[in-house]
């Protein structure tokens, strides 16, 4: 009985509980993305800003003191909820931004064919697809089966998408789970074969918004990208 009691006293705790003893994801590549869509956004040209200047640098201090809070303090499930709910507002007002941003342009080549450049066009083209890309990822990472820390400990939450690892567990380490950087490969395959690919969505959620992804690359890359390719190369 002794030892038993002083073996269970020096294991370490296990919980399921999202927030507890399971590692916290490495935020640096979330906080990359972030910095990289509102350096976007704030290279944007006026006309296309729903935003003043000064609040994308707001959003970016916030996010990341949020994500710097995150790692720093543990899984205390109070940052946990604190961030996701900040990461996917944030996230939903850049995707709101960038569909306006696409909707406008679309617009102007519609009614004013000459008005901008190739130049012009193929620049916020290539803004609008990098932050659709980005935006989606996050949003992607941080929806599917409850946020990263979620996914570590193992929860029964349903998965919005199946990847193609966890098909062929002898081929993929034992206690793999997606991070980051497989929502980032999932948002750019999205966008740039407007479809799926190896990653298969499950839920209705997560089928919506490759949709919408989906639709927003390609008007983006049809539309005002081969526009802005049709005018450089007259």
């Known amino acids: 009985m002794k030892s038993e009691t002083k073996s269970s006293a020096l294991s370490p705790p296990q919980t399921n509980e999202a927030g507890s003893a399971a590692a916290v994801e490495p935020r640096w590549p979330v906080a990359l993305s972030v910095f990289s869509v509102l350096l976007l956004f704030w290279l944007t040209p006026g006309r296309s800003r729903l935003l003043p200047s000064w609040s994308v640098f707001a959003i970016g201090i916030a996010l990341i003191l ?50 901008y450049t190739g130049q012009q066009l193929l620049t916020a083209g290539i803004e609008s697809w990098v932050t659709n890309v980005l935006a989606f990822s996050i949003v992607y990472w941080d929806v599917d089966r409850g946020g990263p820390e979620n996914r570590a400990s193992q929860s029964q939450t349903r998965p919005d998408w199946l990847f193609p690892q966890t098909g062929v567990p002898d081929e993929a380490a034992p206690d793999w789970r997606p991070t980051y950087v497989d929502y980032l490969f999932l948002a750019f395959s999205t966008a740039t074969a407007f479809s799926a690919t190896d990653v298969a969505p499950i839920t209705d959620r997560a089928k919506l918004l490759m949709m919408v992804e989906s639709c927003t690359s390609l008007a983006t890359i049809t539309i005002v990208a081969s526009r802005a390719l049709n005018i450089l190369g007259g």
């Open 66 to 115: 949020l994500m710097v809070g995150v790692s720093l303090g543990g899984n205390r499930p109070r940052w946990l909820r604190f961030e996701r709910a900040a990461m996917l507002a944030s996230a939903t007002v850049l995707l709101a931004m960038t569909f306006v941003v696409v909707a406008f342009l679309v617009l102007e080549l519609v009614n004013q064919p000459t008005r």
